[in-house]
C-alpha cells in the first residue's frame, strides 16, 4: 500500500489541486466554496507529509519518480516527476503556506470569491508541478502556468495600480520564459545531434549540457540564469517586485514572496549551475557582485520607505540576494544555507506581510506614519510582529540565523571581501526591521484611529500564531530538517566543482530495478 501511494503521490500533489479548483468553480455558495477551498489545501498538505515520512535522507536520488509517456515517442517528451533534497523542502512549504493563504482570504478577499479560490488552486498545481518535473518541457508547461493566475490575482483583486503592476510583472516574466525557451530548444537540438534522439529528460540533458564548449555553455547559462534572476528577483531585475507586491492582495503577496521568488533561486540551483558547471564558474563572480549589490541596495531602500508593504518586498531583494551568492560559492555550506534560506525567507517574509494585511484590512493606510503603539492596543498582533521580524534579522535561534550564517560562511571560504559586503547586509537589514517595528508596534499610541482597533482573531492568531512557530522550529530543528539535503548538496557541489555532469537516479517505488540506471533508452 506504501509503495503504491509511494508511486503515485508527486501526480497526486500535482492534478489534487487543480481537480479542486474545478469543484470550487462549480460551487454556488462562495462561503461554502471557502470551506472546501481550505479543505483541499489542507489535504494537500497532509498528502505532502508522506515525502518526509518517507524519504530516504541517505540518498541523493530522485525519489518517489514517475516516469511515463506523455507525447509521442519519437519527440522524447516524457512525464518524468521525482523529488530529492533541493525540491523536498520547497514542495513542503508550498503546500504549509497555501492552506494559510486561503484562511487569510476570507477577510481580505470579498469580490469574485470563488474564481479567486479556483485561481489559487491552479497555482498551487502549477507550483508544485514545476518543483518536481524533470522534464524540460514539462517543468516550461508548469513554469508558465504560474504566470496565469498570478497575473489575474494581481489584476482583479489587486490596488488602484493593479494593472501597471501586473503588466510589467507578466511581461518581465515572458521575456525570461522566452529566453529559457531558446536554450532548452537549442539544447534538445544538440542532444539529438549527439546521440540520434530526442529527449526533454533533464537527467539526460545534464550530461549533454556539461560536455558542450565552454562558450556554447555561456550562452545556454546567461539564458537560463537571465530567465531565473528576473524571478528571483536578482538586481537589477528587481524593479517589478515592489510595484508587484504593493499592489498585490494579501494572500498574492504571502504566495508570491513565500514561494514564487523561489521558483527563481531553485532555477539556478537545479538547471542553470548543475547543467553549465564550467560557465556557473567563469559567472560566479559576476553573480556574486550582483548579488551582494542587491543585499545592500535592497537594504538601503528598504530603510528609506514609508510605505510597511514597499519596504518588506525591498527587503526580499536584499534577502535574496544572499540566496544567490550562497549557491555561487559552490561549497556544501553555501549551497545548504542558500537552500534553507529559501525555507526561512518564505516563513518570515509570509508572515510579515500576513501582519500588514491584518492593519491594512482595520485601517485601510500602509502609511508607517499612521501607526505606532500598537503594542497597547493589540499585544497579540504586536507578539507576532516581533516574532516575524525576529526571523527576519536572523536572531539566533530563528531559522534565519542557520541560513544566513551557512551562506556566509561558505561565501567567506571563496570571497571573503564579497562575505565582509554582504555582511553588513545583516547589519542594515537589523536596523530597518527594528525601525520599523519601532514605528508601528513601540512608542505613544496617538493616532485616534488606532485606539479602536481590535487584537487578533481566533482565525489571525492561528495563521500567524503557525508561522511564529515555524520562525524558531526551523531555527531548533535544523540538524533533522536539513538530514534530508546532505546527500544532494555534497552531490551538487562535487559536480559543479569537478565540471562534470551531474549524475542522479530515478528511484520508481515497486520497481524490481531501482534505482533506475542515470541513462535508461527510452
Known amino acids: ?199 526533454t529528460s533533464l537527467i539526460e540533458l545534464y550530461r549533454t549540457a556539461a560536455g558542450l564548449p565552454v562558450d556554447t555553455q555561456i550562452w545556454l547559462f546567461a539564458a537560463t540564469a537571465v530567465a531565473f534572476a528576473i524571478k528571483v528577483p536578482l538586481f537589477p531585475f528587481h524593479t517589478w517586485l515592489p510595484d508587484a507586491h504593493v499592489q498585490a492582495p494579501t494572500p498574492g503577496s504571502v504566495i508570491l514572496a513565500g514561494v514564487l521568488l523561489k521558483m527563481g533561486t531553485y532555477g539556478l540551483m537545479r538547471m542553470s549551475i548543475p547543467m553549465f558547471p564550467e560557465a556557473a564558474h567563469k559567472a560566479a563572480p559576476v553573480m556574486i557582485t550582483l548579488s551582494v549589490i542587491g543585499i545592500i541596495y535592497g537594504a538601503l531602500i528598504a530603510w528609506r520607505q514609508t510605505d510597511i508593504k514597499k519596504l518588506v518586498a525591498y527587503s526580499s531583494v536584499s534577502h535574496l540576494g544572499f540566496v544567490v551568492a550562497g549557491m555561487f560559492a559552490f561549497n556544501e555550506m553555501g549551497f545548504t544555507g542558500a537552500l534553507y534560506q529559501m525555507v526561512n525567507h518564505g516563513v518570515s517574509t509570509g508572515a510579515l506581510f500576513l501582519l500588514i494585511g491584518v492593519v491594512y484590512e482595520r485601517r485601510h493606510t500602509r502609511e508607517m506614519s499612521e501607526y505606532g503603539g500598537l503594542a497597547k492596543q493589540m499585544p497579540w498582533y504586536a507578539f507576532f510582529f516581533v516574532v516575524a521580524t525576529m526571523g527576519s534579522v536572523a536572531l539566533p535561534g530563528t531559522g534565519g540565523f542557520i541560513g544566513e550564517w551557512l551562506i556566509l560562511n561558505g561565501l567567506f571560504q571563496v570571497h571573503p571581501i564579497m562575505a565582509t559586503l554582504a555582511g553588513t547586509g545583516v547589519i542594515l537589514g537589523a536596523i530597518y526591521m527594528l525601525w520599523l517595528v519601532l514605528k508601528v508596534v513601540w512608542g505613544p499610541l496617538n493616532n485616534e484611529a488606532n485606539k479602536k482597533l481590535l487584537d487578533c482573531n481566533p482565525r489571525e492568531a492561528f495563521i500567524l500564531g503557525t508561522l511564529a512557530v515555524f520562525v524558531f522550529a526551523t531555527g531548533f530543528l535544523s540538524a533533522p530538517l536539513l538530514a534530508h539535503t546532505v546527500p544532494t548538496m555534497k552531490k551538487l557541489q562535487e559536480s559543479v566543482n569537478s565540471k562534470s555532469a551531474y549524475k542522479t537516479q530515478l528511484v520508481i517505488p515497486g520497481r524490481s530495478d531501482e534505482p533506475m540506471k542515470v541513462m535508461m533508452e527510452k
Open 1 to 199: 500500500m506504501v509503495s503504491m501511494i509511494s508511486q503515485w503521490i508527486l501526480t497526486l500533489l500535482i492534478f489534487f489541486p487543480l481537480l479542486g479548483a474545478v469543484v470550487v468553480g462549480l460551487m454556488k455558495d462562495a462561503q461554502k466554496a471557502r470551506h472546501v477551498a481550505v479543505a483541499i489545501a489542507v489535504l494537500e498538505m497532509i498528502f505532502s507529509f508522506h515525502l518526509i515520512a518517507h524519504f530516504n535522507v541517505d540518498s541523493a536520488a530522485m525519489q518517489f519518480a514517475q516516469d511515463l509517456a506523455w507525447l509521442p515517442r519519437g519527440t522524447g517528451i516524457r512525464y518524468i516527476v521525482g523529488v530529492d533534497g533541493l525540491s523536498l523542502m520547497l514542495v513542503l512549504l508550498t503546500t504549509i503556506l497555501c492552506p494559510l493563504v486561503f484562511l487569510s482570504s476570507y477577510s481580505s478577499i470579498e469580490n469574485n470569491v470563488k474564481s479567486f479560490l479556483a485561481l489559487f488552486l491552479v497555482l498551487e498545481s502549477a507550483m508544485v508541478g514545476a518543483l518536481v518535473s524533470l522534464d524540460l518541457v514539462l517543468f516550461y508547461v508548469f513554469w508558465e502556468a504560474m504566470l496565469i493566475p498570478m497575473y489575474f490575482i494581481i489584476g482583479v483583486w489587486g490596488g488602484k495600480d493593479r494593472i501597471y503592476a501586473t503588466t510589467k510583472f507578466f511581461i518581465y516574466t515572458v521575456v525570461g520564459s522566452l529566453l529559457m525557451l531558446v536554450a532548452f530548444s537549442y539544447l534538445y537540438y544538440l542532444h539529438y545531434q549527439q546521440n540520434g534522439v530526442f529527449s
